[in-house]
């Protein structure tokens, strides 16, 4: 039996409130700035005056589609950085060999919420954008842009979706279904998650403080983050730039709550396990986790239980980044796997901002400050309502031996 | 010639289906003055899906989910286990999306204070995947796919992957889709829907010469997988599954390509057409869909002549998911070696049916093949 192929990343793309860019995202980690603010998309009584992650200037523009939604924007920019990052052209690969595997929970929602307005509020009808509402219309938008004619799908796990869809890619490749996968998440700010996390009383009146011993709750943030993930063998073959291995991939469900996670973070623990064991890894070998780290009463400490049954007395430097961005739904997961590739890249530690003590209930010393570090293997964690987990493990390149 | 390995062991399935016949209700009157026709289930029905003491907290399509999953494990000889052993994999384009209307329109009715935390939580798509891990204590991986017409069709391919990489001993495969009257509004504000009164006749000259378009439908219908082999009796064998998309948008579908694409399919599939002894065709009534599946069916009767032809999307209506539905009939015509009666065969004979291709498009240019064989 031939050894499994490994997927390794060899472009990526991203933009979030904390940037346009990958380096605009890295220098707002490395200086410390958040790039939460006020909401400015829509009105909104009661969530209009909370900290938001929104993307400032006009997504349309940058990603020159025309017609789409917000989230088509947002995906398709991505899609464009991640692909030149890439060094990919339409020779790199035959086209029935190219995915895309996209996680969306909202899509053009905006538009769904527009068209009830009128009908409710004018008594009138536009469907002209309602095509546009469906989730994964960004996902069909990537294929077309870049002739990717192989397998397609949208997965929609919560806010596990980015990291679920990530391991989707390796799943193709690993199958022989593709050879190169535009891989990872996207969401954008609308009424219903806004107002929907605000019902269930989630989210901070003044910006999300992951770990802090006063964190209010979250903060909800749009954007996507976009990976090329390809097998080495083909990455070598084309010369690429192999900027990690994507090295394990784990994902449970708690099967406890609709919304809470399982209190004791067993699903979570299973989930890094797994992708410990798909790498071949001990857990003694993680040099930084990109925790979760939503800054609500409940996740937090559920994710730092986690962290303690694997890791024990001695866990790896942890911090979350979520104040950078907010949390990004879908494009979460994905958007963070694009940060700890960074990190490993960089070998620098992200700072878990906004954190100025650690509640006491949380047995972890997360990273308070922007540090330099020694990172071979790196993990990010991802959790979503309906208990799912995702866990993405990412190994420095150099750091094994021939491609498979 | 040696027989084609095949993706997974089809051990158990089940349904739940519309009504037989289309339901009629006037149209919302600041939309249109007349009757829309649509499949659906009543709700009584849909009730007795789940269990009582948690249908306050379900949408519509979580009820059909679990219907559907629960006739399927009630035909399994080996359940699947509850724990990290069983894999849910859901495909639905619209998942609660009638809970997500509800939270919205509150908002705008009512105002922001309205908001119902319940309406958000179910609105969220893996809300159907997630209660059938709470319902069954399936604690495996857990995932959900929604992209239109290849939704089923992802979650299919993911169970049966699942269980090959040894991720799974079981994997749970359900497509569903609730329908709820804002997908009707945009259906027939696209001029998609019909308004006629009578059963689809999909590949009907008559009904297409007539112009009238498809009608909305619902249903779910469920699997259980387990790897290739390792059952003695399985049901049915999942040979392959083969779904792609266009490369433009709002694609002109031709009847050459989408032969093209069935024949890659069973190329893959290592499969001959002239050892397909039913070909189950999505084809929904609507008329230029339905021409280009009439092209389709003569162009693969040409190759391989006597070949049986049928279709089933009569017992459904169009929604996004009822290929799973159509892959239920095509579980069930090789399980018994016939074809269900409800199934409307088109063209040909059906005797010796080895193996079923079942195949869809959609206007989108979403399309896929299915193989399954004995």
């Known amino acids: 039996m031939s050894a499994r192929p490994r997927v390794v990343v060899t472009g990526m793309g991203i933009v979030s409130a904390a940037g346009w860019s990958l380096d605009e995202t890295w220098d707002a980690i490395a200086q410390g700035h958040s790039g939460l603010r006020a909401l400015s998309l829509f009105e909104s009584q009661r969530c209009g005056k909370l900290p938001v992650g929104e993307v400032t200037g006009d997504p349309a523009a940058r990603s020159g589609l025309s017609g789409g939604s917000r989230s088509d924007h947002l995906a398709v920019w991505a899609a464009r950085q991640a692909w030149g990052d890439a060094g990919l052209g339409a020779a790199s690969f035959a086209p029935d060999r190219g995915a895309v595997v996209l996680g969306a929970l909202t899509g053009g929602m905006l538009f769904t919420e527009e068209f009830l307005a009128r009908l409710h509020r004018e008594n009138r009808v536009d469907a002209s954008h309602l095509a546009d509402r469906a989730c994964c219309n960004s996902t069909d938008r990537i294929a077309e842009i870049f002739g990717l004619a192989g397998f397609r799908t949208t997965v929609s796990n919560a806010c596990a979706s980015g990291g679920a869809a990530l391991g989707l890619a390796c799943d193709l490749i690993e199958a022989g279904e593709a050879d190169v996968v535009l891989a990872g998440g996207v969401d954008s700010l609308n009424r219903i998650v806004l107002n929907g996390f605000n019902s269930l009383m989630l989210v901070s009146p003044d910006g999300c403080r992951p770990f802090d011993a006063e964190r209010k709750g979250m903060s909800v943030g749009e954007g996507a983050g976009i990976l090329v993930l390809e097998s080495e063998r083909h990455a070598l073959s084309r010369g690429a730039h192999v900027r990690a291995w994507l090295a394990g991939r784990g994902n449970t469900c708690d099967a406890h709550h609709v919304s809470a996670p399982q209190p004791e973070g067993r699903g979570l623990c299973e989930a890094m396990q797994i992708a410990l064991a798909d790498a071949g890894l001990a857990p003694a070998a993680v040099d930084y986790i990109n925790a979760h780290g939503t800054g609500t009463a409940d996740n937090d400490p559920v994710e730092a239980k986690a962290i303690r049954a694997l890791f024990g007395g001695t866990p790896p430097a942890v911090s979350s980044t979520k104040r950078f961005f907010g949390h990004t739904l879908a494009a979460a997961g994905a958007i963070e796997a694009i940060v700890t590739v960074l990190a490993l890249e960089r070998q620098a530690i992200p700072p878990n901002l906004g954190l100025r003590t650690v509640d006491p209930k949380i047995a972890l010393a997360p990273v308070m400050e922007y540090r330099q570090a020694k990172l071979e293997v790196v993990m990010s964690t991802s959790l979503g309502f309906g208990g799912n987990n995702s866990v993405v493990l990412f190994r420095r390149p150099g750091s094994w031996g021939e491609a498979t | ?374």
């Open chain 2, 1 to 374: 010639m040696k027989p084609a390995a095949h993706a997974a062991d089809i051990v158990a399935a089940g349904a739940v289906w519309p009504g037989p016949l289309p339901v009629t209700r006037p149209a919302p009157a600041a939309v249109a003055q007349e009757l829309w026709s649509a499949y659906r289930l009543d709700a009584a029905t849909v009730q007795s899906l789940s269990p009582p003491e948690r249908i306050k907290r379900m949408g519509r399509g979580q009820e059909m989910a679990i219907g559907a999953v629960k006739r399927a494990i009630d035909n399994c000889a080996e359940p699947p286990a509850r724990g990290g052993q069983t894999a849910v994999s859901v495909g639905t384009a619209w998942a609660e999306e009638g809970d997500e209307i509800v939270f919205l329109e509150n908002l705008i009715k009512l105002g922001e204070k309205a908001a119902k935390p319940a309406y958000f939580v179910n609105s969220v798509k893996n809300a159907l995947a997630s209660q059938l891990a709470l319902t069954f204590g399936f604690q495996g991986e857990n995932q959900t796919f929604a992209h239109d017409a290849l939704s089923f069709e992802s979650a299919l391919w993911q169970g049966a992957h699942l269980l090959r990489a040894s991720r799974a001993r079981h994997a749970v495969v359900c497509g569903v889709e609730a329908l709820v009257e804002f997908q009707e509004i945009h259906g027939h504000l696209l001029g998609r829907y019909g308004t006629d009164k009578t059963p689809l006749a999909p590949l009907s000259a008559e009904k297409r010469a007539a112009g009238q378009g498809t009608l909305p439908g619902e249903g779910a219908a469920a699997f259980v997988l387990a790897a290739p082999g390792t059952m003695t009796a399985p049901l049915a064998r999942l040979v392959s599954v083969r779904a792609r998309g266009p490369l433009q948008r709002s694609p002109v579908l031709a009847a050459s390509s989408e032969l093209a694409f069935i024949e890659q399919a069973l190329r893959d599939a290592s499969t001959r057409l002239d050892e397909i002894g039913l070909v189950l065709l999505g084809a929904n009534g609507a008329p230029d869909l339905d021409a280009i599946y009439a092209e389709v069916a003569h162009g693969l009767a040409a190759q391989t002549p006597g070949l049986a032809v049928g279709v089933y999307r009569h017992l459904t209506g169009d929604f996004a998911t009822a290929s799973a539905l159509g892959f239920e009939l095509a579980v069930r015509t090789v399980a018994a070696q016939a074809v269900p009666r409800e199934v409307r065969v088109v063209a040909g004979t059906p005797d010796s049916i080895h193996h079923v291709l079942l195949y869809h498009v959609t206007n989108a240019g979403h399309h896929s093949a299915i193989i399954v064989s004995v």
